[in-house]
């Protein structure tokens, strides 16, 4: 057991094990690839020479290697969800956000209830189920009650045939006691980036606000955690220091986190520096990471965490998206609006957090995904059976989740295509939907086919 208050990350250790993995021979990487395929993940000694990787045909096998483990335990399901900006305030002087506190470009909003059921009834009316609840480090008048009230709002919206039955939450660190209240507010999973893992370079980025406080917020999973959340969130945005660092500091938490609470994080999102109004770092990256690094990262991350979702956002371009899905991604936001109001009015790019990559809206991208022989799950299943932290993983790691997922998933899109989906949309869906099905072993195969036929007869909600 670690002693969550005195974590930090050791930036000697990442500097050291850099240095050491500059030359690797070609069998030296195979190994380290027939060791990853066994999905038993990998040290940081063995993930520092993938990083290194320069030989194409070394990477094509990296790639390979990450196919395979995406497949075995997460399959052909990619999991649907969309942001809600409930507000931008924000009191933190972060250089590479539009919602730093001193940036004068950008208008400031707290949604009321009102406007945030109205936000819920927008994305419901489109089809998502599950939503990512975000705000800036500063709550109007109540304080984070603001935020409970919220969540407590979007689950209370019904419209038509759909309701959001899962909120995830991305806000600031908090308190333990203040992280029990948001358990108990029936959230699934708790989000919160480092940004970066660099001392010095978290340091000259966050220059004002709670948020300067390097280890009030990498300690912040733990408190989480302690209070009971078990399904946490991690990640890094990428392109505030060097790529390869903040890998090896990303493995350095998720081993902490393994120690101290016996389970990693259910999810990793890697999110590139994307340009932001009024944020002159955004424009210029400090170290951008290219596509080929980008993709680098994902595989890796699959190799060496298998059983942990990674998520992409549409940050990312449309044809990135899709190439990232193989590599490793598991979950990805679909027609997404990153301003408070944004679903209700317009997505404003110089009120946005950042900016877009890919601007579909989400039937096109459901078309998309199902084209390329993906089925989107907009399964909240595991939550509700109580499937989260340790449990959930001990069915991941061997690929035994797929048992669940993939039926819930079948049910869930089926669902989509009936409420929701547009001819074109169906057409595709429909066709996905009974490839993916053929391909289950048979047990899960006939739970699909029972629980895809109750949809068809009109009930709703249907997981195992």
């Not at 039955?165 to 699934?188: D, M, S």
Request: glycine content about 8%; proline content about 4%.
């Amino acid at each position: 057991m670690t002693d969550s208050n005195s974590f930090d990350i050791d930036e000697s250790v990442i500097w050291n094990t850099l240095a050491a993995a500059s030359a690797c021979d070609s069998g030296r990487i195979r190994e380290i690839l027939a060791k990853g395929r066994e999905m038993k993940g990998l040290d940081a000694e063995e993930i520092a020479p993938l990083m290194a990787l320069s030989d194409p045909t070394l990477i094509s096998e990296l790639f390979e290697v990450a196919r395979h483990i995406k497949d075995t335990i997460y399959g052909r399901r990619l999991v649907i969800f969309a942001p809600l900006y409930v507000s931008n305030l924000c009191a933190n002087e972060c250089l590479y956000c539009a919602f730093r506190a001193r940036n004068k470009e950008v208008e400031r909003r707290a949604l009321t209830s009102e406007e945030i059921a109205r936000e819920t009834r927008i994305l419901i009316d489109q089809g998502h189920k599950r939503v990512l609840l975000v705000a800036g480090e500063s709550y109007p008048v109540k304080g984070f009650q603001y935020i409970l009230d919220a969540i407590d709002t979007v689950y209370s919206v019904k419209h038509g045939n759909g309701e959001i039955r899962r909120v995830n939450v991305n806000i600031a660190p908090l308190k333990t006691e203040e992280f029990a209240q948001l358990k108990a507010a029936k959230i699934g999973t708790y989000q919160l980036f480092q940004e970066t893992y660099h001392h010095e370079t978290y340091g000259n980025v966050h220059i004002a606000g709670k948020k300067a406080d390097y280890h009030w917020r990498l300690r912040a999973i733990d408190r989480a955690m302690t209070a009971g959340i078990d399904d946490c969130g991690i990640g890094v945005l990428f392109g505030l220091a060097d790529w390869r660092f903040e890998m090896l500091a990303l493995m350095q938490h998720i081993r902490h986190l393994e120690a101290a609470f016996g389970v990693g994080p259910h999810t990793i999102s890697v999110p590139r520096l994307e340009p932001a109004t009024g944020a002159s770092i955004a424009e210029h990256p400090p170290h951008p990471v290219g596509d080929m690094d980008f993709r680098k990262i994902v595989a890796i991350l699959r190799i060496a965490v298998p059983y942990t979702g990674i998520i992409m956002s549409t940050r990312e371009t449309a044809n990135l998206r899709r190439e990232t899905f193989a590599l490793g991604v598991s979950q990805i936001s679909a027609g997404s609006r990153t301003n408070p109001g944004g679903y209700a009015e317009s997505a404003r790019e110089d009120a946005s957090q950042f900016s877009l990559g890919d601007h579909r809206n989400l039937d096109e991208v459901i078309c998309d995904v199902a084209s390329l022989g993906y089925v989107p799950s907009f399964c909240t299943g595991c939550y509700r059976l109580g499937r989260t932290g340790a449990d959930f993983m001990d069915m991941a790691k061997p690929g035994d989740i797929k048992a669940h997922c993939d039926p819930n998933a079948a049910s869930t899109f089926q669902e989509y295509l009936m409420d929701y989906g547009t001819d074109e949309s169906r057409a595709i869906g429909e066709k996905a939907i009974e490839t993916f099905i053929n391909d289950m072993a048979e047990t899960p195969a006939k739970h699909s086919r029972i629980m895809v036929g109750k949809v068809k007869e009109g009930k709703r909600d249907v997981y195992r």
